[in-house]
């Protein structure tokens, strides 16, 4: 017994590494446990979180004698509940107590408890949830669980807080996604089309860099456009089945193409545009008639788009104004945010400044170490770290030739079989 122990905890270490989860459930999570319990009474005290039931004065005969009781009650710890890598566990506040007191104590509780990180949670009044991470998610490179599968829901990565980061088109439409050169871009989008390539979904690409980064999931795009030209032509092919869309939705009184009925359906279209300032560069005098017309239907699909299925995925290096007023006002429309490490601090800028001042000063610490790296910020306004999960080129294209059959042909997107009830809902 003590030796099948023993043999247990040498083995720990490797575990750790190879199995990190797995290793959470056997040794993290029990040990943490037992951390937290041991240390509640005295942290609370010490910190002040613990209140005493009697009043800190009394009289002694004709005295009235203060002083701090010496036995105050911590607040009341609940069941800590394993989660992948972490613990949550309930704390029920004393009277008199609010969330913010425990907010300036969530340093020591990280230290005390032995973790990377101690947040917390308010979602009920007199509770909170403190939720304390093992590890630092975004440095183990481990897939995260899957989520009920959803159509144009995408898992892509992992959340500094451990949970998985989605990219979900049905709550944020349109997304930017900008990092300098070997930051991660390519890697998510790789991810994205390997999560979205099983679903009844139409992709089209968008590759002014002759295709190359596209060209991986060509077998599951209904249509590459690797030149200005075909991009142009593309462009005003997909505005023009967005206003049929739109004729259509409103000959039956509908709001959206969710609401009609499924008979009428359409399949949801979903463009990536890989380094978008390629498409707004002018060098001579036609280049501007076909920037303007690309300009002008990338933002009519980015405005109309959203209630008619028609969905974008905007990458590059840099989205700034230099670009061209098309560019700024695109960049308005497009509300799902991605921004991994970049070379300048006007770029970040870009991508956030707009959102949230303290996430453009995280997105500048991100490290040229850390690719896949980036902040996101998605349909709720929030941002936090994320890290994608790394998809090498060979598995998104293994992944789109394996599903090649679902794409459906360009025109025409409905020749792909009946839309399947399941996956619109
Ligand atoms: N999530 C990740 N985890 C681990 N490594 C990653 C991750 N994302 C990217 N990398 C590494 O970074 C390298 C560069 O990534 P990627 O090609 O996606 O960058 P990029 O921003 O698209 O660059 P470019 O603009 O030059 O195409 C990859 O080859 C890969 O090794």
Known sequence: MLATVLIALSMAPVLRRSHPYLWWHLFGYPATVIRVRMTWRRLTTNLGLAVAKRPGRARVGDLMVRGDPLRPTPPRLGVAKCRRGGIDVRVRLHPGQVP??????????????RVHAVRLVAD????????????????????PYRLKERLLRA??????????????????????????????????????????????????????KGGMELSLFEDRLSALAATRAEAA??????????????????????RSVWDLPPKLRKMPVVVIVDEVAELYLVATREDKAEVGEISTNLLRLAQLGAALGVHLVVAGQRVGSDLGPGVTALRAQLAGRVCHRVNDAGTAE??????????LAAAQQITAAEQGVAITVGADGRWTRARSVHVTPEQARRAARKYARLAPSWPGLHTAGEPNEGVYS
């Open 100 to 113: 913010e007191h425990f907010a300036e104590a969530l340093d020591a509780l990280t230290h005390a408890w």
């Open 124 to 143: 009920e009044r007199g509770f909170l949830t403190l939720s304390a991470l093992g590890w630092d998610p975004l440095i183990t490179p481990v897939a």
């Open 155 to 208: 898992v892509v990565g992992l959340l500094e807080d451990g949970r998985a980061w989605t990219i979900d088109l049905r709550r944020a439409p349109h997304w930017l996604i900008v990092g300098a050169t070997r930051s991660g871009k390519s890697t998510l989008i790789a991810a994205l089309v390997k999560e979205l390539a099983p679903q009844r979904v139409a992709l089209f690409g968008i590759d002014l």
């Open 233 to 254: 032509h593309l462009l005003a092919e997909l505005v023009a089945e967005t206003e049929a869309r739109m004729q259509l939705c409103r000959s039956v009184g509908a």
């Open 350 to 359: 870009m991508v956030l400044g707009d959102l949230d001042k303290d996430a």
